[in-house]
């Protein structure tokens, strides 16, 4: 059986800047994240990344620049031994009825037609409360890190586990699950 895990990007793999990450000087991986997905892709995951980047429609953030970050991105990866599966982007404000800003569903529907994997019971590692919202919707099972805006969203879903970073929750999928 093909098993898949959906990410969130920023604050889950990459630090949370205000504004968005718009540029390259402002992309910092968050310690370990890596690593984890290499983790998940050696367990037989495909691995999956969806990102709200209202940057890109309110002109702060372009086309080129936002492919250069996922460029770097999936090159650091691969020196860890990892890869991504899909990463997917709204690039809608976060009033747009487009359908794709989570926690609105379509970028998890375009992953699982993509994929051809089920989006139920799959795990979605986030850290705000979209990524919650959207696993609540598309019935993933959410997990709660504390990186990006975890500890805010932690006050909203207490009711949620919170752990520390990626690499936690992915031992807590892989260890005990
Ligand atoms: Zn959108």
Do not use: W
Not at 41 to 66: K, W
Not at 68 to 92: F, K, M, S
Not at 112 to 137: N, S
């Amino acid at each position: 059986m093909t098993r898949l895990a959906l990410l969130g990007r920023d604050g889950v793999i990459l630090k949370v800047q205000t504004g968005g990450i718009c540029s390259l000087d402002e992309m910092q991986i968050i310690p370990g994240s890596l690593e984890a997905i290499a983790r998940l892709n050696h367990a037989g995951y495909r691995v999956a990344v969806t990102s709200n980047q209202p940057a890109l429609e309110e002109g702060r953030l372009d086309i080129d620049t936002l492919n250069a970050i996922h460029a770097r991105l999936n090159e650091l990866l691969t020196r860890v031994g990892g890869h991504l599966d899909a990463l997917l982007v709204c690039p809608h404000r976060g009033t747009a009825t487009c359908g794709c800003h989570k926690p609105d569903s379509g970028l998890f529907e375009e992953i699982a037609h993509r994929l051809e994997i089920p989006l139920k019971g799959v795990p979605l590692f986030g850290d705000d409360t979209a990524d919650v919202e959207a696993a609540r919707r598309i019935g993933a099972q959410p997990f709660l890190v504390a990186t990006g805006n975890g500890r805010q969203t932690h006050q909203i879903h207490s009711d949620l586990p919170l752990f520390d970073d990626l690499p936690h929750a992915v031992s807590e999928l892989l260890d005990h699950r």
